[in-house]
């Protein structure tokens, strides 16, 4: 169930956030990659937002049928961490494209070029964003200061921003596709969106 809109006047969103693991999914060892995401996106977004949390194995098949079960429940957005390197059992990438209607290369152009600022490592994440019907899915490193690093970017000590996250593209690609009007706290996030594009805010 959909929850109200705040007296704000802010859209309520539905977010899938799904963890892909096979030891944490089996209870090997505590699943940290949906609370991070979880509390990321109740610290930069005003909306009020539902979540609908997965945590499943490193299968495909399985991956594929969470995606679209999330988009068909009406999730705008869908975030994924975990299963996006080149181990024999990472698929996510391979999963998410099998849904997808259109790809969005540029998010997983960025997520690179931000964790390369940090490991070598970076070029072998294989992370990917689709859109599917009116859902924006986008695929996350697995380790929660990554996950954050990629949303938000780089900043310098005055908190002046270096290198822009993904997330700032994220609201007005969910309006170009007809989801809700999201709107992100500027301390953690600046949405970027074009004047024309900007709503303003009800009192």
Known sequence: MTEPQTAQGFDPVRIGIVSVSDRASTGVYE???LPALQDWLTRALHN?????????PDEQDR???TLIELVDAGCSLVLTTGGTGPALRDVTPEATLAVAHKEMPGFGEQMRQI???FVPTAILSRQVAVVRGQSLII???GQPKA???TLEGLKDADGKQIVPG???AVPYCVDLIGGPYMETRDEVCKAFRPKSAVRPLTP
């Not at 009020?48 to 499943?56: G, V």
């Open 63 to 65: 991956i594929s049928a």
């Open 48 to 56: 009020p937002i539902t979540f609908e949390p997965r945590l499943i």
């Open 166 to 168: 993904i997330f700032a």
């Open 115 to 117: 964790s390369l600022k």
């Open 147 to 149: 996950i954050a690093e």
């Open 139 to 141: 695929n996350l490193p």
């Open 31 to 33: 699943d940290k990659g």
